[in-house]
T-cell receptor, first 117, second 112 residues
Framework: DSGVTQTPKHLITATGQRVTLRCSPR?????VYWYQQSLDQGLQFLIQYYNGEERAKGNILERFSAQQFPDLHSELNLSSLELGDSALYFC????????????????FGPGTRLTVL | GQNIDQPTEMTATEGAIVQINCTYQ??????LFWYQQHAGEAPTFLSY????GLEEKGRFSSFLSRSKGYSYLLLKELQMKDSASYLCAVRDWGGRGGKLIFGQGTELSVKP
């Protein structure tokens, strides 16, 4: 158990719908990262938040957005869902915002499996 | 651009040693991680290298050569439970961020 929690574990929805995935980081970690893992793409970085502010952005679609709240939990919002959005969505957390001179290992949550029908 | 290459699949025998290679080309480099991932589960951290050389951690060792853009993960005394996907990831020197760029993963099958 990494200490990172994600809800829900599974989500089945239809095309065009909107869903929200939730992540609670390990106690004391300030950074939250979101990754998408599909069969043909591997683990793809979406976005990072540090202490409530966006810190880095990957190839995140405009239909997707995220935020980190004052209690440090984070939500990933996916809208206008398409079949291709079906994937495992992982949240990870780390103590600091960057790895400039430190280990700053990322701990991964169990993931949310999203199925778009 | 950023590119990380590792073999798609490998097979090894229980009790043996296996080496999984990873080559990378990134615009910035701030450390290389190896993760293990069983199907449908979260990646779990195995090792971290930021300086050239070998890091040993029990049955697992990882090596890094920054000048060659090359790393390997060495697994000794293989066990059946080591059958999993092994992910090489480079931490991008992305300004204030710390995102990881992952390779596609190497699916290791350990046979009796």
């Amino acid at each position: 158990d990494s200490g990172v929690t994600q809800t829900p574990k599974h989500l089945i929805t239809a095309t065009g719908q909107r869903v929200t995935l939730r992540c609670s980081p390990r106690s004391g970690d300030l950074s939250v990262y979101w990754y998408q893992q599909s069969l043909d793409q591997g683990l793809q970085f979406l976005i990072q938040y540090y202490n409530g502010e966006e810190r880095a952005k990957g190839n995140i679609l405009e239909r997707f957005s995220a935020q980190q709240f004052p209690d440090l939990h984070s939500e990933l919002n996916l809208s206008s869902l398409e079949l291709g959005d079906s994937a495992l969505y992982f949240c990870a957390s780390s103590p600091r915002g960057s790895g400039s001179s430190s280990y700053n290992e990322q701990f991964f949550g169990p993931g949310t499996r999203l199925t778009v029908l | 651009g950023q590119n990380i290459d590792q073999p798609t699949e490998m097979t090894a025998t229980e009790g043996a040693i296996v080496q999984i290679n990873c080559t990378y080309q990134t615009s910035g480099f701030n450390g290389l991680f190896w993760y293990q991932q069983h199907a449908g589960e979260a990646p779990t951290f195995l090792s971290y290298n930021v300086l050239d050389g070998l890091e040993e951690k029990g049955r697992f060792s990882s090596f890094l050569s920054r000048s060659k853009g090359y790393s390997y993960l060495l697994l000794k005394e293989l066990q059946m439970k080591d059958s999993a996907s092994y992910l090489c990831a480079v931490r991008d020197w992305g300004g204030r961020g710390g995102k990881l760029i992952f390779g596609q993963g190497t699916e290791l099958s350990v046979k009796p």
